[in-house]
T-cell receptor, first 114, second 112 residues
Framework: EAQVTQNPRYLITVTGKKLTVTCSQN?????MSWYRQDPGLGLRQIYY???????DKGDVPEGYKVSRKEKRNFPLILESPSPNQTSLYFC?????????????FGPGTRLTVL | GDSVTQMEGPVTLSEEAFLTINCTYT??????LFWYVQYPGEGLQLLLK?????DKGSNKGFEATYRKETTSFHLEKGSVQVSDSAVYFC???????????FGTGTRLTIIP
């Protein structure tokens, strides 16, 4: 089954404790992206990747890192989480990142930073 | 920059009612337009899309037409069901932007 998977689905952590949220897709997609969803703000892009070893900032990259060492994986790293990073995070992928492409979303990771 | 404005929610309708959720956009280029749906506890799923002016996207009884002259992409369904209860997001992807720009979402509740 074609899908985007994320782990963990739920995470509660404390300020300053480094964490990684994994994302994997099995559709051989070139493009992957991370979004965060906050009430009243919709989804906003954090980082994206057009291909292996190619990443770029989205609209809200502060406090996050990403890497794209393999085509299928695109982990999101929070080196020193803070309470304002409490949010619902979605990973997405599409075949090439073109404007007409459909982006496929993972099930989401709900992160709480205390 | 690009932006999407969609109807404020929440919206509550009775089963079999007619649904319209308004969406208008601002874009510097010629974007593709999307409606995504988020069911409780799940990720976003594509509901429908349109990539050029006057295109009509349709799926599961939902429809939306790309209106360039009014910069709109309103979502409609003739007869809603309880299973349509979800949050609906209008979004655009403008050429060269490498991202989806989302509206704030509209929560729809259908009562039997």
């Amino acid at each position: 089954e074609a899908q985007v998977t994320q782990n963990p689905r739920y995470l509660i952590t404390v300020t300053g404790k480094k964490l990684t949220v994994t994302c994997s897709q099995n559709m051989n997609h070139e493009y992957m992206s991370w979004y965060r969803q906050d009430p009243g703000l919709g989804l906003r892009q954090i980082y994206y990747s057009m291909n292996v070893e190619v990443t770029d900032k989205g609209d809200v990259p502060e406090g996050y890192k990403v890497s794209r060492k393999e085509k299928r994986n695109f982990p999101l790293i929070l080196e020193s989480p803070s309470p304002n990073q409490t949010s619902l995070y979605f990973c997405a992928s599409s075949s090439s990142g073109q404007a007409t492409d459909t982006q496929y979303f993972g099930p989401g990771t709900r992160l709480t930073v205390l | 920059g690009d932006s999407v404005t969609q109807m404020e929610g929440p919206v509550t309708l009775s089963e079999e009612a007619f649904l319209t959720i308004n969406c208008t956009y601002t874009a510097t280029g010629y974007p593709s337009l999307f409606w995504y749906v988020q069911y409780p506890g799940e990720g976003l799923q594509l509901l429908l899309k349109a990539t050029k002016a006057d295109d009509k996207g349709s799926n599961k009884g939902f429809e939306a037409t790309y209106r360039k002259e009014t910069t709109s992409f309103h979502l409609e369904k003739g007869s809603v069901q309880v299973s349509d209860s979800a949050v609906y997001f209008c979004a655009l992807n403008d050429f060269g932007n490498e991202k989806l720009t989302f509206g704030t979402g509209t929560r729809l509740t259908i009562i039997p």
